[in-house]
């Protein structure tokens, strides 16, 4: 900050939450930022050391880094190669913010002159089938693509429900409502429950002290089975318990639960279909979870492997 | 030798010629064997330390050794998985000759009880297509399959060569005779040449000094542009020299001349005939020059590579 290295909390925070679902559960991202504010919007007399800030307008800083932050992960997404996943970390830029003059909010996505990013469109792949009932296996001109379809569709669905949140035209109405009962792990909490259903795109009502009726589901979820998706993610929500992150987990559960499972037969078009929806999402790479969406043979791992060379 | 550590370049030699073709050019097979000779068939005062033997039928020996375990890698065949290529020596049996009352030859196939070789049949794999018009991809029980169209129709034309030799009722004639000029490197032997030829199933004469013409070809070689194949086979034999091993290189060259190519557009029908006749080859998990057929990616490395678990 300003030249000086600080601890905060705060922008910790903001970088795990650019991060989240991109890496696995239970990993943390690494990160120094160099990051320049007014010297009179930070106050450096909190602590005796000065080790620790206080930024007068923190709420913005908060959401600007981790817009940032998220912004240079969409840009530099690659797809790891077979054998390294996740170690891979695409092609950061050497420098995200050449120079210092760069203003950190916005982020101007012009300004960043990041090198070529190595994801093709999946969609412009040549498809040549479905292995073990769970990957699409493409071609492309850099070698042989392995997609995982659930992984693929869960990052499809999330980004749907991120996108569509709050755009309640978006929704589709029911033929009937479905009664769930509230998950044991909110209970207590129906009405924030409700209100958390509603931004995702849910007509959603109480429905007595334990129970949510609800009448139209988001867009982005197939309405088909929506009781049997719900009660799943209740069920996982109680699992994992809930905690004050239960409202971001709501979504990126309803987008595991909705999608397609590995097991599942595709058509060659339904497989298309994926692969253009994916390459319609932002933080293609991963999953919800942070799973690999795909990896890459290329052609000269390939032709190592076959002592071509 | 009789419970004794003894050393015999024949039966080095053997050993070596018994894996011809199974690894790479370059590399050698680790062997202990342990073999019983009545006591009179073996002088073993030829040397001081007695380190050296002599034995009576060395010939025999030779041929037995050498078939015996070429008979037990025929037995081992297992598709290498991917990411280890030729470093698993697929299911080698814990002893090969349980107990020492064993027969070394004949080799007798009912007394081995390997474990099962883990090598499905390839021509009942679900093909899925041809990658980098390269790689035949598949898909088996046990995950994905990638064949290397060109290694794996090397090692179908050289089986199919060895098979036939001597057969002479197996030629095609062709329609009309083709001269070639003898390799530079074995000029002086076109006698002997000749005769390679002929005993490979190809209806030569001598025509000149320098030059061969053949009039009929073995049934695994396609009779099409048998010049050009011959052409090229001459020069691989002059760049590489000839040496004392020069006729059974010419089988394995022939087959790598005849065999499709890397870059050639192969039908699903074709691609399904090349694995059923892989199928019926004995050491089919090679090339002539020992490079891996077919690799395996199996489900739990597929599993693992998406962190699937």
Known sequence: MN??????????????????????????PVAMLDLAVPADGVDANVHPTKREIRLQRERLAFSALQ??????????????????????????????????????????????????????LLGTLRILGQVGLTYIICEGGAGLYLVDQHAAHERVVLERLERDMGRHGQSQLLLEPVVVTLPRAVRGDLDEYVAALRDLGFSAEPF??????????????????????????????DEEGAGPGWRARL???????????????????????????????????????????????????????????
């Open 3 to 28: 030249r000086r290295p600080v601890e905060s909390r705060s922008l910790v925070y903001a970088v795990e939450e650019a991060y989240a679902t991109q890496i696995p559960v239970g990993r943390h």
């Open 67 to 120: 817009q940032s932050v998220r912004a240079t992960l969409v840009q530099t997404i690659g797809i790891p190669a077979y054998g390294e996943p996740g170690r891979r970390p695409a092609s950061m830029p050497a420098s995200p913010f050449a120079g210092s003059d760069v203003p950190m909010f916005p982020y101007d996505q012009s300004a960043g002159a990041w090198g070529e990013v190595d994801r093709p």
């Open 208 to 237: 007595g002290e334990e129970e949510v009726v609800v009448r139209a589901v988001p867009a982005a979820l197939r309405p088909r089975h929506i009781d049997g998706v719900l009660q799943e993610t209740h069920e996982a929500l």
């Open 251 to 309: 979504a990126v559960l309803l987008s595991c639960k909705t999608a397609v499972k590995a097991g599942q037969r595709l058509e060659v078009a339904e497989m298309q279909a994926l692969l253009e929806q994916l390459d319609e999402a932002n933080l293609c790479n991963t999953c919800s979870h942070g799973r690999p969406t795909a990896v890459l043979l290329s052609h000269s791992r390939l032709e190592r492997e076959f002592g071509r060379r």
